[in-house]
């Protein structure tokens, strides 16, 4: 098999009213790589699950390749779900790392995606804690300020930038 061209486009996102993202293959290959180093960082080991609470953005993809890179599990957390059935699957999963975004463009308008996760955390947590990611890793993807838990969320384009 070859292997592509570095420059070659892999993936091509088109997401709210005018923006457009074009990751070449060496682009996407160079992210997934510092994803992988930055879930190391923060413990994550072949075996272990990663929880993606994305909506269809590029990150998602990056955090699939980098979970293939570690042999880590990457479990999905559909940004459709209720805050009581994320914090049913989040008790259930067993993830390390949790990795969502503050909002998300769809149906026309910017919904909420990090507030319903940390609504579903803080459901988990009164029921067990232990089942609780230590990290939580927030793309940007529409500017919407957030809560934030020092010690536990870090921005995802922070952690990549870290070498």
């Given at each position: 098999m070859q292997e592509?061209?570095?420059?070659?486009?892999?993936?091509?996102?088109?997401?709210?009213?005018?923006?457009?993202?074009?990751?070449?293959?060496?682009?996407?290959?160079?992210?997934?790589?510092?994803?992988?180093?930055?879930?190391?960082?923060?413990?994550?080991?072949?075996?272990?699950?990663?929880?993606?609470?994305?909506?269809?953005?590029?990150?998602?993809?990056i955090a699939t390749l980098a979970c293939g890179r570690l042999?880590?599990?990457?479990?999905?957390?559909?940004?459709s779900l209720t805050v009581p059935e994320l914090a049913a699957r989040i008790r259930e999963s067993g993830i390390r790392v949790l990795i969502t975004a503050d909002a998300a463009f769809w149906d026309g308008s910017v919904r909420p995606v990090k507030p319903l996760l940390d609504h579903a955390l803080a459901r988990s947590a009164a029921t067990d804690a232990s089942s609780l990611p230590r990290?939580?890793?927030?793309?940007n993807r529409c500017?919407?300020?957030?809560?934030?838990?020092?010690?536990?969320?870090?921005?995802?384009?922070?952690?990549?930038?870290?070498?």
């Open positions: 592509p061209d570095a420059s070659q486009i892999a993936l091509t996102w088109s997401g709210e009213p005018g923006r457009l993202e074009e990751l070449t293959h060496g682009m996407l290959l160079d992210q997934a790589e510092r994803a992988a180093a930055a879930l190391t960082r923060f413990g994550v080991r072949a075996g272990d699950r990663v929880a993606v609470h994305l909506p269809l953005v590029p990150e998602s993809v042999d880590a599990i990457r479990t999905t957390l559909p940004v990290t939580v890793l927030v793309v500017s919407r300020p957030v809560s934030w838990k020092p010690g536990r969320d870090q921005w995802w384009h922070e952690a990549l930038a870290t070498d």
